[in-house]
C-alpha cells in the first residue's frame, strides 16, 4: 500500500510540475460549463440531463490526453528502466499511476460542482440524478483511463498513445448507439446486438446517470477497468521477453 | 556475489547474448568492455531484473534473480545508460522518491541524501528541475539515485559516457572510492577507462565473451608480436642486409618521414617474448654505426583490445 501511494504522489505531482495539466483543467471547465449553459437557457430546468448526456463524449477525448504520457514519457526518457528495477510490484506501480491519474480526473470533474450550486440557488433540483451521475462519471473516467494507462504502455509516442486510445474509448461509447448498432448487425448477424449489450458503456452509464444504482452496471465498469488494468499489467511484465 | 552462466539472450532472430558465463567476488570491480551494440547493456538490463534472459542463470548473493527478482532489486543500485530521470522533477525531490520507493526508513532518508548529495557534488543543483542541468550533473543525478539506498551492487552503464575530461576523472574517483565497499560491474567501449578504475575485465564482443581476466594479463595474451624501433646513422639498403641476418625478425619496414640519406629509422617486427634488441645493439656496434634510439614499444591498450578482438571473431568464424 505504502509503494502505491509512493508511485501515485509522484505521478500526481508531475501533472502540476507542468502547464499542461492547469490547460486541461481550464479547457475541459470551459467545454463543459459553455455545453451545459446553452441547453440550460433553452430548457430552462434545474436538472443537469444535458451535462451527463454529453459527458461521456467529453471523457472519451480529455481522459487519453491524462493518461497518454503515463507510460510512452517514461518509455521514450527511458526513466521505465529505473522504474521498474525498483523493488516494488508492477501492478503496485500500475495501481499507483492509475490512482494518480484518476484523481487528477476528480479534481476536473470536482471543477464542474459549480454548477450543481449554481441550479441549488435557482430553483429545486432533483439531487438523485445529479449525485448518481457525478458517481457514474467517476467510474466511466475510471474505465477510459484504464485503457488509456493500457495504450500508453505500448507507445513511446504520446500523440499515438493518445490516438489509439481515443479510438478505443470511443468504440465503447459509440457501440451503444442504434445507428452504430444497426449496420454492424447487417454486415454480421447479432454482432450489433452484442456489443451494444455486453461491450457498450452507454446502458450501464445510463442507468446511473438516472439516479438508478445497480450492482450489474457498476460490476461492469469495475471490471472492465480491472480488465484493463490487469492487460497493462501483463504487457509490462511480457515486455521483459 | 554476482554469478552468472550460460546467460544468452535472443531478440527475435538477433542473438544478443550467447552463452556468456562470469562470476565477480564480493568487493570486486569489473568493468564490462566492448564496441558498441556487443551486449554489454542487454546482460546489465537482465542482471537488474530489468529485462529476462532467454536461456540461462543469474545469481545476486545467492539469490535466483528470476525467483527473487524484489530481493534482487533492493541489493542493486543501477545507472541505465544515458543516465535517464524525470526531469520535471528537482534533484532533491527526485532523490526522496527514489529512496522512498527503495523502502528507506524515514528518519535515514535525510542522513542518506546528505550523504549521497556530499559524494557526487550535488549541493549547488539540489533545487533545480533535472531537466535543466547540465550533461555531468544529470549523471550525477543518476549516480546518486543509484547510492541512495547504500547497495552491495552497483551496476553502472556507461557511467562517464559524454562528460568532460574532468567530470570523468571525478566519477572515476567516485567509482574507485566507492569500490572499497561494494561490489561494481560498469559499462565502457573505452578501454583507458577500464585501466583507470580497474584491472578486472570482461571483454564481450558481438554477445560473446572474447577475454575475461586480468588488464596485464590480457595484454600478454593479445600481443602476438613485438614491435621494436631502430633509428642510426647508416644508409637503409646496408642496415637492412645487416639485420636480416637475425633469424627472429618477421618484418622490416623503413620510416620514412624519420629517414634521409644517411640516417635510417625502422620498424622492426618479431614475435613476443624475444628480446631482439641485445641482438641488434652487438651488430650495429660491431659496424661502427651511431645508434640514436633503440626501444621497443608495450602494446598499446588500443591495440590489446583490436587485437583480442579479431582473435575472437576469426575463432568464432571457425
Not at chain 1, 438516472?210 to 457498476?218: A, E, P, Q, Y
Not at chain 1, 480491472?226 to 492487460?231: A, E, I, K
Not at chain 2, 532472430?13 to 554489454?40: H, R, T, W, Y
Amino acid at each position: 500500500m505504502d509503494k502505491i501511494m509512493i508511485v501515485m504522489r509522484r505521478e500526481f505531482n508531475a501533472y502540476f510540475n507542468s502547464a499542461i495539466a492547469y490547460i486541461f483543467v481550464v479547457v475541459f471547465l470551459v467545454l463543459n460549463s459553455a455545453f451545459f449553459m446553452n441547453t440550460f437557457f433553452l430548457t430552462l430546468t434545474a436538472d443537469m440531463r444535458g451535462f451527463f448526456g454529453l459527458i461521456p463524449i467529453f471523457l472519451a477525448f480529455f481522459i487519453p490526453a491524462i493518461t497518454m504520457r503515463l507510460w510512452a514519457e517514461e518509455r521514450k526518457l527511458g526513466t521505465i528502466e529505473l522504474l521498474l528495477t525498483l523493488p516494488i510490484e508492477t501492478y503496485h506501480i500500475v495501481i499507483g499511476k492509475f490512482l494518480a491519474s484518476l484523481a487528477f480526473l476528480k479534481i476536473a470533474i470536482a471543477g464542474t460542482l459549480i454548477i450543481p450550486i449554481m441550479l441549488a440557488k435557482l430553483g429545486t433540483p432533483d439531487w438523485g440524478p445529479i449525485i448518481g451521475g457525478y458517481f457514474g462519471t467517476v467510474l466511466l473516467g475510471g474505465f477510459f483511463l484504464s485503457i488509456g494507462l493500457f495504450v500508453s504502455g505500448l507507445f513511446e509516442d504520446q500523440i499515438s498513445a493518445f490516438i489509439l486510445s481515443m479510438i478505443l474509448c470511443l468504440f465503447f461509447l459509440l457501440v451503444g448507439y442504434d445507428f452504430i448498432i444497426t449496420p454492424i448487425d447487417g454486415w454480421v448477424n447479432g454482432l450489433g446486438t452484442f456489443l451494444k449489450q455486453v461491450i457498450s458503456m452507454k446502458s450501464h452509464f445510463d442507468g446511473i446517470e438516472r439516479g438508478v444504482l445497480s450492482l450489474k452496471d457498476i460490476f461492469y465498469f469495475i471490471t472492465m477497468t480491472g480488465l484493463f488494468l490487469t492487460f497493462n499489467i501483463f504487457s509490462l511484465e511480457g515486455r521483459k521477453y | 556475489m554476482i554469478s552468472v552462466s550460460n546467460l544468452t539472450k535472443i531478440y527475435g532472430s538477433v542473438v544478443a547474448l550467447d552463452k556468456i558465463s562470469f562470476k565477480i567476488e564480493k568487493g570486486e570491480i569489473l568493468g564490462f568492455l566492448g564496441p558498441n551494440g556487443a551486449g554489454k547493456s542487454t546482460a546489465m538490463k537482465i542482471i537488474t531484473t530489468y529485462i529476462a534472459a532467454t536461456e540461462g542463470e543469474v545469481f545476486v548473493d545467492n539469490m535466483d534473480i528470476n525467483k527473487n527478482p524484489i530481493e534482487v532489486r533492493k541489493k542493486i543500485g543501477y545507472l541505465p545508460e544515458n543516465s535517464p530521470v524525470y526531469k520535471e522533477m528537482n534533484v532533491k525531490d527526485y532523490l526522496t522518491f527514489v529512496a522512498r520507493a527503495r523502502e528507506l526508513p524515514p528518519e535515514k532518508i535525510k542522513e542518506r541524501l546528505d550523504w549521497v548529495i556530499q559524494a557526487t557534488g550535488l549541493e549547488s543543483e539540489l533545487r533545480k528541475d533535472i531537466g535543466e542541468l547540465s550533461k555531468g550533473f544529470k549523471q550525477r543525478t543518476g549516480l546518486a539515485q543509484a547510492l541512495i539506498h547504500d547497495p552491495e551492487v552497483l551496476v553502472l552503464d556507461e557511467p562517464t559516457s559524454g562528460l568532460d575530461p574532468l567530470q570523468i576523472i571525478d566519477i572515476r574517483k567516485l567509482i574507485k572510492d566507492l569500490a572499497k565497499e561494494k561490489t561494481i560491474i560498469f559499462s565502457t567501449h573505452i578501454l583507458q577507462e577500464v585501466d583507470a578504475i580497474t584491472d578486472r575485465v570482461l571483454i564481450i564482443n558481438e554477445g560473446r565473451i572474447a577475454a575475461n581476466g586480468y588488464l596485464q594479463d590480457l595484454k600478454l595474451k593479445a600481443a602476438a608480436y613485438q614491435t621494436t624501433f631502430l633509428s642510426v646513422l647508416a644508409p637503409f639498403k646496408e642496415v637492412e642486409a645487416e639485420l636480416k641476418k637475425i633469424s627472429s625478425i618477421n618484418k622490416i619496414r623503413l620510416i620514412e618521414k624519420e629517414s634521409s640519406e644517411n640516417r635510417t629509422s625502422l620498424k622492426i617486427t618479431s614475435p613476443a617474448n624475444k628480446d631482439i634488441k641485445e641482438e641488434i645493439g652487438r651488430i650495429i656496434s660491431l659496424k661502427g654505426w651511431q645508434i640514436i634510439s633503440l626501444f621497443d614499444r608495450d602494446f598499446s591498450l588500443e591495440e590489446t583490445f583490436i587485437n583480442l578482438i579479431r582473435k575472437s571473431k576469426s575463432q568464432g568464424e571457425n
